[in-house]
């Protein structure tokens, strides 16, 4: 398995289709999730050249996990369609904390695959701790993200400082929040990260190898 991290402009060739088709397959075929999407392909109007991705690939090259990062001085997704999860509290805009959304770690062709393991997987924790590496290289202190009601505990649980921003809110009919978590690089042990790669190159996997082909947005 094998964890790339980068924008949409320096991944390897096709990585971004292939992000958009596991997250349509995840988000609105496995999930259910009321999307706006195109030929079978999940991407909305925060993605673009320099969003920044992570994505698991496994030794197949299939993608297995997603994770999507955007600082909060730019559009984002809890302003833009969730502000109401922040209460009285201001909308985050800064180039210190980022956004984490569209996050994924679950295999939708196994039959084990849930909801739950989407976030308290082995797979969930290293794509998070990736994630959590990026920004800090990127220079963000505070991850933000729109999030199920018991996520906070999960993430406890694996050791990370998580809180809630406001009081839950029901969305759509399920339980939702704007969850502070605290980026801490050290938090859990990933490779160094390797060469960046090219072309189809992701499809030759490694074990848990991280590989940065963006040093982040500035």
């Given at each position: 398995m094998r964890i790339i991290a980068g924008t949409a402009h320096s991944m390897p060739a096709g990585l971004l289709f292939d992000i958009a088709r596991y997250r349509h397959r995840v988000f609105v075929e496995h999930l259910g999730w009321q999307l706006h999407t195109a030929g079978r392909l999940e991407l909305d109007e925060f993605d673009h050249r320099d969003t920044c991705y992570i994505a698991a690939i496994d030794a197949g090259g299939a993608v297995i996990g997603t994770a999507r990062l955007l600082p909060t001085d730019r559009p984002y997704l809890l302003a833009d369609v969730f502000p109401q999860l922040m209460g009285d509290a201001p909308l985050p805009r800064s180039a210190t904390v980022w956004e984490i959304s569209r996050f994924s770690a679950i295999d939708p062709r196994s039959p084990m695959a849930s909801p739950t393991s989407n976030f308290a997987s082995p797979l969930a924790l290293d794509i998070l701790a990736a994630a959590m590496r990026m920004a800090s290289d990127a220079g963000a202190q505070r991850l933000i993200s729109v999030s199920p009601l018991g996520i906070e505990r999960i993430l406890r649980h694996a050791g990370v400082k998580a809180e809630r921003a406001s009081a839950p809110r029901e969305v759509d009919g399920h339980?939702?929040?704007?969850?502070?978590?605290?980026?801490?690089?050290?938090?859990?042990?990933?490779?160094?990260?390797?060469?960046?790669?090219?072309?189809?190159?992701?499809?030759?996997?490694?074990?848990?190898?991280?590989?940065?082909?963006?040093?982040?947005?500035?």
């Open positions: 339980l939702l929040f704007a969850c502070w978590i605290s980026v801490d690089r050290q938090w859990r042990s990933l490779p160094d990260i390797g060469r960046p790669v090219s072309g189809k190159d992701y499809a030759e996997t490694s074990p848990h190898q991280l590989e940065c082909s963006a040093p982040g947005l500035p």
